[in-house]
């Protein structure tokens, strides 16, 4: 059998007995200083989660918004082609003469 040894502390003129084991993971048996602290990063964790979905999912959906226009304007350009009639066949282009 395993014995629990008892803790003590000494805050402000107080005795604070602590038992090892489970009694130290109790919230209640923490200082306001401790519960404040865990209270602020656990506050922090959250709203870090928080700003990097909505920065994903806005990232994400201006991104399929820029693709979207991208492949329609390819679509066009290509549609455009067939649409054309061949170009024109230019004359070779003589040594010394200048074309403004």
Same mark, same amino acid.
């Given at each position: 059998?395993?014995?629990?040894?008892?803790?003590?502390?000494?805050?402000?003129?107080?005795?604070?007995?602590?038992?090892?084991?489970?009694?130290? /993971?109790?919230?209640?048996? /923490?200082?306001?200083?401790?519960?404040?602290?865990?209270?602020?990063?656990?506050?922090?964790?959250?709203?870090?989660?928080?700003?990097?979905?909505?920065?994903?999912?806005?990232?994400?959906?201006?991104?399929?918004?820029?693709?979207?226009?991208?492949?329609?304007?390819?679509?066009?350009?290509?549609?455009?082609?067939?649409?054309?009639?061949?170009?024109?066949?230019?004359?070779?282009?003589?040594?010394?003469?200048?074309?403004?």
């Amino acid at each position: 059998m395993s014995r629990r040894r008892t803790v003590e502390y000494r805050a402000e003129g107080e005795l604070l007995s602590i038992e090892r084991g489970t009694r130290f /993971w109790s919230p209640r048996t /923490w200082s306001l200083r401790v519960r404040l602290l865990v209270t602020q990063v656990v506050l922090l964790a959250v709203v870090c989660a928080g700003i990097g979905i909505a920065t994903d999912l806005a990232l994400k959906r201006f991104l399929m918004h820029q693709l979207d226009i991208q492949l329609l304007d390819a679509g066009r350009r290509s549609a455009a082609i067939f649409d054309m009639p061949p170009p024109a066949l230019r004359p070779p282009h003589r040594r010394g003469s200048c074309r403004r």
